[in-house]
C-alpha cells in the first residue's frame, strides 16, 4: 500500500499527536480516505486528504465555481479580482464584456470557471484573439464548458491556509518561467534536475518534478508555442501549475489578510482551506484596501497544506498537526465549523 505525500504528511503529524491514521479497507486501497482515531478512545473520523470531515457539499461546490463565490465575498466588501465569464453559449469568446475587460486592462488570464491545479489556465493574454484560443482550451478543461476571463494581477501569488475558521500559515509562490533562447522543453528538463523536486509518491520535498505533456504543453500550444521552440525574443511564459520556490511569509503577513482569508472562508462555508492573493509582496505587509493593488483570486477547498510543511525557504509551519486536532476536536483546537449562511 502507497500513500501519496500529503497522506504521509497527515500520517507524521498523527503519530506526533498520538493518533492512529488508517486506510478505510485492506482490500481496496485509495489516497483520497483515511480514518483518524485517538489512541486515548475518542471517537474517530474519515477525511479525505486536507478536506475534514465538517465540509458540506455545498460548500465545495460554491467555492469550486470561482464566478458565483466571488460574487458572493464582493457582496461582502472582499476585494475578488474582476473577471466575466464565457459559457458553451458563445459561439466566439471575444463577446463585448471580453472586449471591455481586455481594453481596460490591457491584459487578462483565462482559466476554467471550475478547475484545479491551473489545468486550463493560461496568460497573460493582450490581444482578443489570443484569449479566444485560451478560452477554447479552458472550456474544454471545464466541468459546465465555461471559461473566466479575468483582470491580470501583476505581482506575486500568496496563499493563506485557513484551520477551522482561523489562518495558520502564509507563503509567497513563485512560478517558474520560461525565456530565452534555450526550448521550453529543454528549460523544463534543467528545472526538473533541481534536487528539491521529486515525485509526490517518491519523497517528501516541496517541489514537483512538472510531466510537461500533462498541463504545459497545452498551454504552450495556447501561446502558439511547441515544447521543442523557445519562447519568442522578450516574452516570458509563467507556469501557473508548478512552484519553483515556496517562501514562508507567515510573520510577516499583515494580520489584517489572515483576517481577510479566515472571512473568505467563513462566507464560502469552508472550515479548512487554502486562499489565493496577489498583488505586489510588499502589499501584503500593509492592511488589505491601503493600496488597492493586491485582491482575492480564489479559495480552496483542498488545499495544499504541504506548501506549508516543506517550503523551499523560511520556516516549515505544523499546519498538519493543526489539521489533525481540529478534525478530531482535540484540546485546543477550533470547533467544527462549515456553514453556508445567507
Given at each position: 500500500m502507497?500513500?501519496?505525500?500529503?497522506n504521509?504528511l497527515i500520517?507524521?503529524?498523527a503519530?506526533?499527536?498520538?493518533?492512529?491514521a488508517?486506510?478505510?479497507t485492506?482490500?481496496?486501497?485509495?489516497?483520497f480516505?483515511m480514518?483518524?482515531?485517538?489512541?486515548d478512545?475518542g471517537p474517530?473520523?474519515?477525511?479525505s486528504k486536507t478536506?475534514?470531515?465538517?465540509?458540506?457539499?455545498?460548500a465545495?461546490?460554491?467555492s469550486n465555481?470561482?464566478l458565483?463565490?466571488?460574487?458572493r465575498?464582493a457582496?461582502h466588501?472582499?476585494?475578488v479580482?474582476?473577471?466575466?465569464?464565457?459559457d458553451d453559449?458563445d459561439d466566439?469568446?471575444?463577446?463585448?464584456p471580453?472586449a471591455?475587460l481586455l481594453?481596460?486592462?490591457?491584459?487578462?488570464?483565462v482559466?476554467?470557471?471550475?478547475g484545479?491545479?491551473?489545468?486550463?489556465?493560461?496568460g497573460p493574454?493582450?490581444?482578443?484573439d489570443a484569449?479566444?484560443?485560451?478560452c477554447?482550451?479552458?472550456?474544454?478543461?471545464d466541468?459546465?464548458?465555461?471559461?473566466?476571463?479575468?483582470?491580470?494581477?501583476?505581482g506575486t501569488?500568496?496563499?493563506?491556509?485557513?484551520i477551522?475558521?482561523?489562518a495558520?500559515?502564509?507563503?509567497?509562490i513563485q512560478r517558474?518561467?520560461?525565456?530565452?533562447?534555450e526550448?521550453c522543453?529543454?528549460q523544463?528538463?534543467a528545472?526538473?534536475r533541481?534536487?528539491r523536486?521529486?515525485?509526490?509518491h517518491?519523497?517528501l520535498l516541496g517541489?514537483?518534478?512538472?510531466p510537461?505533456?500533462?498541463?504545459?504543453a497545452?498551454?504552450l500550444?495556447v501561446?502558439?508555442?511547441a515544447l521543442a521552440?523557445a519562447?519568442?525574443?522578450?516574452?516570458?511564459?509563467?507556469l501557473?501549475s508548478?512552484?519553483?520556490?515556496?517562501?514562508?511569509?507567515?510573520?510577516e503577513?499583515?494580520?489584517?489578510?489572515?483576517?481577510?482569508?479566515?472571512?473568505?472562508?467563513?462566507?464560502?462555508g469552508?472550515?479548512?482551506?487554502?486562499v489565493?492573493?496577489?498583488?505586489?509582496?510588499?502589499?501584503?505587509?500593509?492592511p488589505?484596501?491601503s493600496?488597492?493593488e493586491a485582491?482575492?483570486?480564489?479559495?480552496n477547498?483542498?488545499?495544499?497544506?504541504?506548501?506549508?510543511?516543506l517550503?523551499?525557504q523560511?520556516?516549515?509551519?505544523?499546519?498538519?498537526?493543526a489539521?489533525v486536532?481540529?478534525?478530531?476536536?482535540?484540546?485546543?483546537a477550533?470547533?467544527p465549523?462549515?456553514v453556508?449562511?445567507?
Open positions: 502507497s500513500w501519496g505525500r500529503t504521509r500520517i507524521a503529524a503519530e506526533r499527536l498520538g493518533v492512529d488508517s486506510p478505510l485492506e482490500a481496496v486501497h485509495t489516497d480516505l480514518r483518524l482515531t485517538p489512541r478512545g474517530g473520523v474519515v477525511i478536506r475534514s470531515p465538517f465540509l458540506t457539499q455545498v465545495q461546490t460554491l465555481n470561482k458565483v463565490s466571488r460574487a465575498l457582496a466588501g472582499v476585494p479580482v474582476e473577471g466575466v465569464i464565457v453559449d466566439d469568446p471575444r463577446t463585448p471580453v471591455a481594453e481596460r486592462c490591457g491584459a487578462v488570464i482559466k476554467p470557471n471550475w484545479n491545479r491551473a489545468r486550463g489556465l493560461s493574454h493582450r490581444s482578443l484569449v479566444a484560443r485560451a477554447r482550451w479552458a472550456q474544454a478543461c466541468r459546465d464548458s465555461e471559461a473566466l476571463v479575468e483582470r491580470f494581477v501583476p501569488n500568496l496563499r493563506v491556509s485557513v477551522g475558521g482561523r495558520v500559515a502564509a507563503a509567497e517558474p518561467i520560461l525565456r530565452g533562447a526550448s522543453a529543454a523544463i528538463a528545472l526538473n533541481d534536487p523536486r521529486a515525485r509526490a517518491e519523497e517541489l514537483d518534478v512538472m510537461a505533456g500533462d498541463i504545459i497545452p498551454m500550444e501561446h502558439g508555442l521552440a519562447p519568442p525574443a522578450g516574452a516570458s511564459i509563467e501557473y508548478e512552484e519553483r520556490e515556496i517562501i514562508d511569509r507567515t510573520d503577513l499583515d494580520p489584517g489578510w489572515g483576517a481577510l482569508a479566515e472571512r473568505a472562508c467563513s462566507l464560502l469552508v472550515d479548512v482551506g487554502g489565493d492573493l496577489r498583488g505586489p509582496l510588499a502589499a501584503f505587509t500593509r488589505p484596501g493600496s488597492g485582491v482575492l483570486l480564489e479559495v477547498v483542498l488545499p495544499a497544506l504541504h506548501l506549508h510543511a517550503p523551499t523560511g520556516k516549515p509551519r505544523p499546519v498538519f498537526e489539521f486536532a481540529y478534525c478530531l476536536s482535540l484540546p485546543g477550533p470547533p465549523r462549515a453556508v449562511g445567507v
